[in-house]
């Protein structure tokens, strides 16, 4: 499949513009997946109430340069994304707003996802989900295009395209994913289930400002200048990982995927279009604190014995807790208690699931990975 990288240095509207329609004339154009008067979803990340600066969501800037080209086209473009926690409409408000995507809907004439019911299919496809529990706003749409913000992730390594679809499942129903599936391989799996399901037309990552070390979103942002578009979310997920120094088996969905036989494990056998990889390499990129990744050989009767020492946990950093409660009101398995207005977690109860850290707005929370894990895992 096809995969195309292009340098973007800023956040300049017409600089995207231009780069984003170069590299989809290297697909094939626009008009080879959307038809004029189709209604579009653009599948943001706005995993919380962040800035842009903070690069933690997909850009206001970029997100406007695509609406742009679709309104402009003739399609009618609707914005949305179901973060973790309660999906209401004061909370998203409040997301839009902080985020910047309520000015760029203001300016481009785009609209905002407010459907927020949810219904339940039948995916008797899938290697693991039955049945997926999906928002609403999918039926609104003819069609998906997915704009994912390149980042690391404490439980999956890394979130790019495949993780993203993950903000189709209805908010506080994420939990549950996390409970029935605490391994991350089969976490990782009922993502591509959803993926699978979904199948967005297109998928086109805001590379420009990503986020490096602790994320998804108490990292730091790092200067990557990329866009990376593409049909195949697998193919494009496997490029962007190269060029942050990731291989197809460091990361839990492209190994899935490879398994399935949705991607191949060697760059060679992408269609790369645009720019030269090996100029785009972005150096000392910053990975994030886990023990998802690929383990060395060890006996399965041993590894489960050591598995509850090897095991990152979150630990909690309470003189920058500002005592909100959104880790005990997300946490999946309800092991975080807050006391006097600060989070005690039950370890016992932990599935390091990391929803906690991710979900954290004062960045209060690390991840504590043993140095034991670091003869196991890489």
Known sequence: MTVCVLRCDHYELNLLKKTINESLDHLGGLEAYVKKGDRVLLKTNLLMKKTPDEATTTHPTFVRAVAELLIEYGAQVLIGDSPGGP??????????????????????????NFNLKSFTIDSRNSLL????????????????????????????????????????????????????????????????????????????MDGIIAMEGAGPSSGMPKKA?????????????????DLIGLGVMDVPTLRGAFERGLTSGNLIDVDVKGDSLSELKIKDFAKAPSNSGRKRRIPKPIMALLMKQLKSKPTF?????????????????????????????????????????????????????????KFIFR
């Open 129 to 204: 989900l039955n049945k997926i529990e999906l928002t609403d706003m999918i039926n609104d749409v003819d069609k998906i295009i997915n704009l994912p913000k390149l980042k690391t992730h404490g439980l999956t390594v890394y979130t790019g395209a495949v993780k993203n679809l993950f903000g189709l499942i209805p908010g506080t129903s994420k939990a549950e994913y996390h409970v029935r599936m605490p391994e991350v391989n089969d976490f990782s799996n009922a993502l591509i289930d959803i993926c699978e399901h979904v199948r967005p037309v297109l998928h086109i």
């Open 317 to 373: 950093n309470h003189s920058k807790c500002i005592g909100c409660g959104d880790c005990e009101l997300n946490c999946p398995p309800k092991a975080i208690v807050m006391t006097d207005r600060k989070p005690e977690v039950d370890y016992n109860k932990c599935i390091s699931c990391f929803c906690c850290q991710e979900l954290c707005p004062a960045k209060a929370i690390d991840i504590k990975r043993p140095l034991l894990s």
């Open 225 to 241: 200048n990329i866009i990376i578009a593409s049909d195949n979310p697998h193919d494009l997920d496997k490029v962007a990982c």
């Open 87 to 112: 999906f209401l409409e004061s909370r998203m408000k409040n997301i839009y707003r902080v985020t910047g995507m309520q000015e760029t809907a203001n300016v481009t004439g785009a609209a905002l």
